[in-house]
């Protein structure tokens, strides 16, 4: 019989439940425990596909194709299974299965309520993803207090009563505050969120504290007398420089013993030999570079979220510390490229809209004429081409009909179909519904022999994960394959372009797909490793 960890939070958002999610469920499958871990988020939409990332963050794409929560990459990067759309559930889609269900009669003439139907559904949904796991990690998104989080809570609050305290696990994470003015933190918030728990009859029997010192034992003993925890069960969760020393905390302050010891799961000693070679890299780089990163949602870098890790993680392979420096491509507009001279590297990441076009094309001429390790991801790929054909292959009308629908030279649009993996054709046309209509998910791609791209792989076909619309349009590129543009990757059929690279250029590499999505700290991405280790080069050249 699986065994269930809830994680909760309280008094703010952003405290990092998934992050302490996926690093408990790093220091268990390292016990020789088989976990799987999932998400509910209380919002409305169905996915966060169609979400500002300025608000939610990036969206993570799952290996089928889901457009799942941020927190999914944070599990796939920390635990060595891979997420599907059945890991993230939101209210959305509780909701739409519940109303087609009860349109279809399952519910035999019964009133369709909140309590039973609601909470059976997100109950059933837990119990799908467990089978075959030892233990089952479920994030319940919001903080506690929320209306919209009450279903999830009333859910996970009958999961106790039906399978017994032996068998479940509350593990609450708040917020303890420090005042700089009277030099002392304030346990009251935790007291309130954990208050607020209570009454909806849940008893936190973990209390992973957010704060900036480690607790003294006597807050520790104060907590424990206003919350009913036990001190031994109370967590300093202090902040640490990476995210990946965290199972090693969590170990060092015993909260595997007392997670195994609570659920009574058989298993040995967390073996965080990987983890701590991870950390002995990351804290001790022989050199160091500097990416540039032009986009225009670098005001929140959690936009950019797996693309920062997958940085970290080429850096941490290559023993390099990765300095990223976020450049709004609009200030690139107003202010011309001298931000660029001093990057080792450039990147323009995916993304959607016009805006801040011209400052990226300017960053990708800027790496293209002065040899800059350059590096287009999704829309990255595109410019990179538009730039091409207007200042190489003279065309200087080309442009992406995500744009200007009338363009003279589409040389990015829409292509009416293609064909997924699973055997399915998919269409997309203008004025086709924006949420999950997209080309998403793990795509072939076939790599072209004797290219840089193969070096790199060392493989003639690949999976990626993709998210995007818009392809680069073959018709066009004879043209600019004639003068150096090469494509390196294809779809299985042939007929959708995949990667490029600049034959007579150091470093110049674009990707239509999001290879970000499976770079993880103990197996950085190739593309990525290949990357960083260019911009040294680039670093020792022109220093």
């Not at 990690?137 to 859910?155: C, Y």
């Not at 990223?324 to 490229?337: F, H, K, R, T």
């Not at 076909?461 to 090469?486: C, D, Q, W």
Request: neutral net charge.
């Amino acid at each position: 019989m699986p065994k269930y960890i809830f994680i909760t939070g309280g008094v703010v958002s952003s405290l990092g439940k998934g992050i302490t999610c996926a690093s408990m469920g790093a220091l268990l499958e390292s016990s020789g425990l088989k976990v799987n871990l999932m998400k509910f988020d209380p919002y409305i939409n169905i996915d966060c596909g169609t979400m500002n990332p300025l608000q939610h963050g990036e969206v993570f794409v799952t290996e089928d194709g889901a457009e799942a929560d941020l927190d999914l990459g944070h599990y796939e990067r920390f635990v060595q299974i891979k997420m599907s759309k059945d890991n993230n559930f939101t209210t959305g889609c509780i909701y739409a299965d519940v109303i087609k269900k009860e349109r279809l009669g399952d519910y035999l003439g019964a009133t369709a309520q909140v309590i039973p139907h609601i909470t059976d559904e997100i109950q059933a949904k837990m119990k799908q993803q467990a089978e075959g796991f030892d233990v089952m990690l479920v994030e319940v998104g919001g903080t506690v207090g929320d209306i919209e989080s009450l279903p999830f809570l009333e859910a996970i609050r009958q999961m106790r009563l039906v399978l017994g305290i032996k068998n479940t696990l509350f593990l609450h994470v708040t917020l303890i505050p420090y005042l700089k003015v009277t030099n002392e933190i304030k346990t009251k918030p935790t007291q309130h969120s954990v208050k607020e728990l209570r009454s909806i009859g849940i008893q936190p029997d973990i209390l992973m504290c957010r704060l900036q010192r480690p607790l003294s034992q006597v807050v520790r003993s104060k907590i424990s007398l206003f919350t009913n925890v036990q001190q031994e069960n109370i967590i300093s969760l202090v902040d640490v420089a990476c995210i990946y020393a965290i199972p090693e905390l969590l170990h060092q302050q015993g909260v595997d013993a007392l997670v195994c010891q609570h659920l009574s799961l058989n298993c040995h000693a967390p073996d965080l030999a990987a983890w701590k070679k991870v950390m002995r890299n990351q804290e001790n780089p022989t050199e160091m570079v500097q990416i540039a990163m032009v986009g225009k949602y670098v005001d929140y870098v959690d936009c950019y979220k797996s693309l920062n890790e997958a940085l970290l993680h080429a850096g941490i392979a290559r023993s390099t510390r990765v300095v990223i420096d976020y450049i709004c491509a609009e200030q690139l507009e107003s202010e011309g490229i001298g931000r660029l001279k001093s990057a080792h590297g450039i990147l323009v990441p995916g993304g959607f809209g016009e805006r801040g076009m011209c400052g990226k094309l300017m960053a990708i001429t800027y790496a293209r004429e002065q040899n800059v390790p350059f590096f287009g991801i999704c829309l990255g790929m595109q410019l990179a081409v538009i730039e091409f054909a207007r200042h190489v292959a003279g065309m200087p009308e080309a442009n992406s009909t995500e744009f200007n629908q009338d363009t003279a030279c589409p040389i990015i649009a829409l292509v009416s179909e293609w064909q997924t993996q699973y055997g399915k054709l998919e269409r997309r046309q203008q004025g086709d519904p924006l949420g999950g209509s997209m080309r998403l998910g793990a795509q072939a791609c076939h790599i072209t022999p004797d290219t840089k791209f193969m070096k790199i792989y060392n493989k003639k076909t690949i999976f990626e994960r993709h998210r995007h619309r818009y392809e680069v349009n073959k018709a066009l590129m004879p043209a600019l394959e004639s003068l150096g543009l090469r494509v390196v990757g294809s779809s299985t059929d042939g007929s959708l372009i995949e990667a490029i690279e600049m034959v007579k250029h150091p470093w110049f590499i674009g990707c239509q797909f999001h290879p970000e999505f499976t770079s993880t700290p103990r197996h950085a991405h190739p593309l990525f490793k290949s990357y960083i280790q260019a911009t040294e080069h680039y670093k020792r050249e022109h220093s």
